[in-house]
């Protein structure tokens, strides 16, 4: 089978999700082609059954802003005529999923049938498709695609709830490779961070306002009040500045290292105690799910997605977003705790598990022969 993925190739959930998911169908023996502007982030090697097609939009010294989706759209007939797909799979609503019925279309008067299969991530639901300008092409391109994945319940619901929808939507969770993350002996990196046997403490995002990254900064005041502890800020974004600023503030930036973006995150995480994600939102959360893979406990807040992953009180904690006292708290008690700590990052390995990769894309390609059945 041949298949088209289309995704944002930068730093965020899907473009994770999208690339993993194409390497692994290409390790199954299915072609592959990725269509995106640039090369995946995870994309790193060459490998077999993978073709990787660049998106390039022409300038014009008319246009205000690139006229990307014209060139995704044209790119994606030439792909699917020349390379004869049979599935177009795409990741993030907007705006592949208008971009894909625009494709499906032209390749229509070229008497080529292509199902297109959009799987939703979340802001793009959840903060940017409900911005009142996008809604009438978000919810036509959803309900004219063929098949419709969303990552979790929860996102599943705000869907229904906010567009206008009569399409059936499939849940299929994001999923974790197990073999990659699980915790490796890195004890002299750890050795290398901390000298009086601190506690880590990590967040990883995009810095983004939905990940509340000042709340991870005053989460990890309180834990370092209690304990000695090193906080560990991976990724890069917007709200960077602001918690170094806060960290100063707080008297605490001395022991917080802001690492940027970092790859591969699997060590880090085999070498922390606590993965803190404090979001305002999050559809699923695959950062956490991550951490957990790697047996780290998390401690998160119980909005969107989260509570589907981590389970409250067994595999780490789930506060009201914002309540970062209540999170400092948990942390605190978790962290004191040995006994009760081996039991949680056992069972946060455990939960992992529920979504490894073995569980989940066969869910992905149950649905692809669906789609050629029909
Ligand atoms: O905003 C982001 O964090 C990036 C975004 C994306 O689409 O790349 O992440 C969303 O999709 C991920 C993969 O499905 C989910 O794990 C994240 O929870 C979700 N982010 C939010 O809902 C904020």
Request: charged share 25%.
């Amino acid at each position: 089978m041949k298949i088209g993925i289309v995704c944002y190739p930068t730093y965020g959930g899907s473009g994770v999700i999208a690339t993993e998911l194409g390497k692994n169908l290409a390790q199954k023996g299915y072609q592959v082609h990725f269509i995106t502007y640039n090369r995946p982030i995870r994309l790193d090697l060459f490998m077999e059954n993978i073709y990787y097609h660049e998106v390039t939009t022409p300038s014009y010294p008319l246009f205000e802003s690139l006229p990307y989706e014209s060139a995704l759209a044209s790119k994606l007939v030439d792909v699917v005529k020349y390379h004869k797909l049979d599935i177009l799979h795409v990741h993030y609503a907007i705006p592949h999923a208008s971009v894909a019925y625009l494709a499906r279309q032209i390749l229509r008067s070229f008497g080529i049938e292509i199902p297109v299969i959009v799987t939703l991530h979340g802001t793009d639901i959840t903060l940017v498709g409900k911005d009142k300008s996008f809604e009438p092409v978000v919810s036509f391109a959803i309900n004219e695609s063929n098949g419709v994945t969303a990552v979790s319940e929860f996102l599943k619901e705000d869907t229904f709830g906010n567009f206008h929808i009569t399409n059936h939507i499939t849940v299929i969770p994001n999923f974790v490779d197990t073999q990659r993350f699980r915790r490796h002996s890195k004890d002299h990196f750890r050795k290398m961070l901390t000298t009086k046997g601190e506690k880590i403490i990590i967040h990883t995002s995009n810095f983004r306002k939905v990940k509340r990254v000042e709340d991870v900064v005053r989460v990890f005041k309180i834990i370092h009040e209690n304990m000695p502890a090193k906080l560990l800020m991976v990724g890069d974004g917007p709200q960077r500045k602001p918690a170094e600023d806060l960290s100063r503030e707080l008297g605490i930036f001395e022991d917080i290292y802001f690492l940027g973006s970092q790859d591969p995150v699997e060590e880090l995480y085999s070498i922390g105690d606590l993965f803190l994600l404090p979001s305002e939102t999050e559809t699923f959360g695959l950062a956490a799910l991550e951490a957990m893979a790697c047996g780290v406990p998390v401690i998160t807040t119980n909005a969107g997605g989260l509570p589907e992953v981590v389970q409250d009180n067994l595999s780490g904690y789930c506060c009201r977003v914002g309540d970062y006292e209540c999170m400092g708290e948990r942390a605190v008690s978790l962290l004191e705790d040995e006994e009760k700590w081996a039991v949680f990052s056992q069972n946060a390995r455990k939960r992992a598990e529920d979504f490894s990769m073995d569980n989940v894309i066969p869910i992905y390609e149950e649905l692809y022969r669906k789609m050629l059945e029909t």
